[in-house]
């Protein structure tokens, strides 16, 4: 492998292991954020408990998050001084703005929010938590609006010597596709982050512990998750239509489509061969016309497909195919999920389902595979380039030998997997002792139910869990 190929594994694995965090504070940020403001207009102890209880998680997050969000601007210089050198002039800004109004914003209150609780009353408290909420918003638009604008470039010139500058900074900022790309990611990490709070308080509940605090939670994140899994799939169908318009060739690779036609089938399964510029093991939807449908919004649409363009100007297609699919895939059962919720709470049975909660426990990590996978998508459907149709990823990367790419990538692979073991051994330890035990609780409970054992175990067992009866 060369240092080309070294270089991009490398920034892949490392920009695929930040995002998980920005993802995760983003959502985890205005949920607590939520709960402080009840907390300050209500004085609800359950609300102050979870409150608490979140903080600790979100600062793991956060920190996770500020760690390896450093790493990559030092590897875009050392990996990627082509890159730099072209388009510094306009991605240079937009990471100076990012840092001066978001992440100083976050680290100036993110203390308030984490050590001032008692300090400062709970109405600054709730300010605060408002303001790194704020933040991570703002340092989303900014971060997107680069990488947007590599995907649809807009408001720029290119020099002789080939550097981009900028015409015009509101095109170039509000470039084509950055309002798609804003809505949807923000909603993903809005609904990973509901999926998270529902997973852990739906341990909880499986288990007996925190029923009080954990029903409010499981609640509250079951009415987002039915609201936001719906609106990202609208969100992501008008992502796609964007895409269609200014990248039509990373299309044809999420769809598997290598000629340019109308009606095209909707592929379930297959492997794009590069070298014969055809699929091979097709499994398609018996619905004449179905991805034209969903990509143009007719039966009888034209999708171009990938050899409508040079082979040397083709992303590699199975990478974009399965990424697309998997995302997909888990969007439709987070809807599921959602719905189902919805059901249960009709039939009054959303706290004590016991499948349910397992179910829910087991799609934590979901979002969060989504999201990975859709910035696969992203990223290698606008290859081979770094700028889209303007500079090649092959421009971009730094001259250097491929050993020395090598033993960094060897380095960042094993301390981000320590920092990631050292991420689920303390987070797991806080989401699995739960929130602070409420005045009328204690700490651990038996499960519903089990005071049918006996009187013995029904004197042992706090009041909150002998009010749980069967099919509630």
């Known amino acids: ?45 359950v609300y102050r408990a979870l409150m608490r209880f979140w903080i600790r998680i979100f600062a793991l997050g956060f920190g996770m998050g500020v760690i390896t969000g450093i790493v990559l601007g030092y590897q875009i210089g050392t990996n990627w001084s082509g890159f730099s050198r072209s388009v510094s002039n306009v991605l240079g800004p937009f990471f100076l703005y990012e840092v001066l109004s978001a ?35 703002i340092s989303a638009s900014w971060i ?17 010597e080939g550097i981009f500058r900028v015409s015009d900074w509101a095109q170039a900022f509000f470039n084509p596709s950055y309002p798609y790309r804003l809505m949807h990611m923000v909603c993903a990490s809005y609904l990973t982050g509901s999926f998270v709070v529902a997973g852990v308080s739906a341990y909880h509940l499986w288990r007996g512990t925190h ?24 969100l992501g169908d008008a ?15 999420m769809e598997g489509i290598w000629d340019t036609g109308r009606a095209v089938p909707s592929l379930l399964f297959a492997w794009p061969d590069m070298g014969q510029e055809r699929n091979l093991y097709e499994v398609a939807l018996p619905i004449k016309g179905f991805a ?43 809807i599921a999920l ?76 094993v301390v ?18 739960g929130p602070d035990p409420l005045a009328d609780e204690r700490p651990n409970a038996v499960r519903p139910g089990l005071e049918q054992a006996g009187p013995a175990i029904v004197g042992a067992a706090p009041a909150y869990a002998r009010t749980l009866a069967p099919g509630e």
């Open 1 to 45: 492998m060369d240092a080309l190929l070294l270089s991009r594994i490398q920034f892949a694995f490392t920009v695929a292991f930040h995002i998980l965090w920005p993802a995760f504070t983003i959502g985890i940020a205005s949920f607590v954020a939520f709960l402080s403001v009840l907390t300050w207009r209500t004085d609800d102890p």
């Open 103 to 137: 992440f100083f914003l976050e680290a100036g209150f993110i203390g308030i929010v984490l050590f001032g609780e008692r300090r400062v009353g709970p109405g600054l408290h709730a300010f605060a938590c408002l303001m790194v909420a704020t933040g991570t918003l």
């Open 144 to 160: 997107l609006a680069s990488n947007s604008w590599m995907q649809t470039p807009a408001g720029y010139t290119v020099d002789p």
């Open 211 to 234: 029923v009080t605090a954990s029903r409010t939670a499981f609640s509250m994140a079951m009415w987002a998750c039915l609201v936001l899994a719906p609106l990202q799939a609208v």
């Open 239 to 253: 992502h796609g239509r964007n895409t269609l318009v200014h990248q039509p060739t990373k299309v044809a690779a």
């Open 292 to 334: 034209s449908l969903y990509l143009t919004h007719s039966w009888d649409g034209e999708v171009q497909g990938l050899k409508a363009v040079p082979a040397a100007d083709r992303p590699y297609a199975p990478f974009v195919f399965f990424a697309f699919r998997i995302m997909v895939g888990i969007a439709l059962v987070l």
């Open 338 to 413: 959602a719905l189902t919720g919805a059901w249960l709470r009709w039939r009054g049975r959303l706290y004590a389902t016991r499948w349910f909660q397992v179910a829910c426990m087991a799609g934590t990590p979901l979002g969060f595979v989504a999201i990975v996978a859709g910035w696969t998508v992203t990223e290698t459907g606008r290859q081979p380039f770094v700028v889209y149709g303007h500079l090649r990823t092959a421009d971009a990367v730094t001259v250097q030998p491929a050993g020395a790419v090598l033993s960094s990538l060897i380095l960042f692979f």
């Open 416 to 433: 981000y997997n320590l920092l990631l073991l050292a991420f689920f051994w303390y987070g797991a330890r806080i989401a699995m002792r």
